[in-house]
């Protein structure tokens, strides 16, 4: 099936719910057993079955299963945010002693993961330039275990060249993990370019209402016992009310995403003509940093993107920002609505430098009108004018 009608059929069988369309949410800890063959059946083989909720309920498994087939997976593992899906993973495939590189322009919070919790276990990080390409071979020691991108990077935007990083590492036997959520299963097919491990903060594009905090790891049959051990290990486990509303946001991916692309774009490149930005961040600019990975590998772009403004006042910033009615300020993205975020990636690098006397802007373009947008935002840069 295409991925349009995954969306609306995969993880879901209402024949065996009495007709009803979506599966039902489980809320559950204890599992009941009728015999003791039973019980000692799924003890023997507890990621096959559910035998208790931290393993998960039916509703967990709808969505593990929908969003598998929907990457093309083995199969996936739900947890209880981004975040948490990622240091599942991360752990999963390390041990004291072990080396592991990460792509520069990663999510803060996956930089702090490795700079403290990594760190105190005894693993070393090693941080590279997302568009290193194949010098990323020059890095990886005897004890590298794994190589973790992200692309688009967070907050800059930078693409890689996926398939190229991918094969360098899996020639020397180095598991490849990915943080997939800017352009979901839909946009780009992370399994089919080399990677082991697709990771998605769910929270984002998969929920798209804001209001669920979620984590999706799809893995291929070779990672996925470990993955899975590593969440039990954890006691890592979502809720099946946060599943439910998962599978809710699921079936209009596609419808959604499309707006929030067109959107964006539209946007990027209005904004493009403005005089009081200098440069924007959107992996579909031919002048963007690995755009032509972008263009070969991807389906399409999402609804986030950056710009970089003139020098400005921190007043004149505030007198933009502070009056935008339209746009948020909030440090998500993903939902229905518009976000605007002033951002520092000079804080979060270190084997790269990120230069620029102008203030870094993240937008996340919502589901809104695109004029009222636009409006919104040339009022604020009218206030920013006033105020310089």
Known sequence: MKKDTLLVHAGRDPSAQNGVVNPPVYRASTVLFPTLEALESASRHPFDQTYYGRYGTPTTVALEEAVAALEGAHRAVATSSGLAAIAVA?????????????????YGPTRKFCDSQLKRFGVETTYFDPLIGAGITELMHSNTRLVFLESPGSLTFEVSD????????????????????????????????????????ATKYLVGHADAMLGIINTTQETFN??????????????????????????????????????????????????????????????????????????????????????????????????????????????????????????????????????????????EDIDDLKADLAAGFARLDDAM
């Open 162 to 201: 996926v398939p190229l990083l991918a094969q360098a590492a899996r020639s020397r036997g180095i598991r490849v993990l990915m943080d997939n959520t800017w352009a979901t299963p839909l946009y780009f097919d992370a399994l089919e370019h080399g990677v082991d491990v697709s990771i998605h903060a």
């Open 226 to 367: 470990a993955v899975k051990r590593s969440a039990v290990a954890l006691g890592n486990c979502p809720g099946s009310e946060e599943c439910a509303l998962a599978l809710r946001g699921l079936r209009t991916l596609s419808v959604r995403l499309a707006r929030h692309q067109a959107t964006a774009w539209e946007l990027a490149t209005w904004l493009s003509l403005m005089p009081q930005v200098k440069r924007v961040l959107h992996p579909a600019l031919p002048d963007h940093p690995g755009h032509e990975f972008w263009k070969r590998d991807f389906r399409g772009a999402s609804g986030l993107f950056g710009v970089v403004l003139e020098p400005v006042s921190k007043q004149a910033l505030a007198a933009m920002v502070d009056g935008l009615a339209l746009f948020g300020m909030g440090f998500s993205w993903g939902g229905y609505e518009s976000l605007i975020l002033p951002v520092e990636p000079e804080k979060m690098r270190s084997a790269t430098s990120w230069q620029s006397d102008g203030v870094c802007l993240r937008i996340h373009a919502g589901l």
């Open 90 to 106: 991360l752990l999963a495939f390390v041990s004291a002693g072990d080396h592991i590189l990460v792509s520069d322009n990663v």
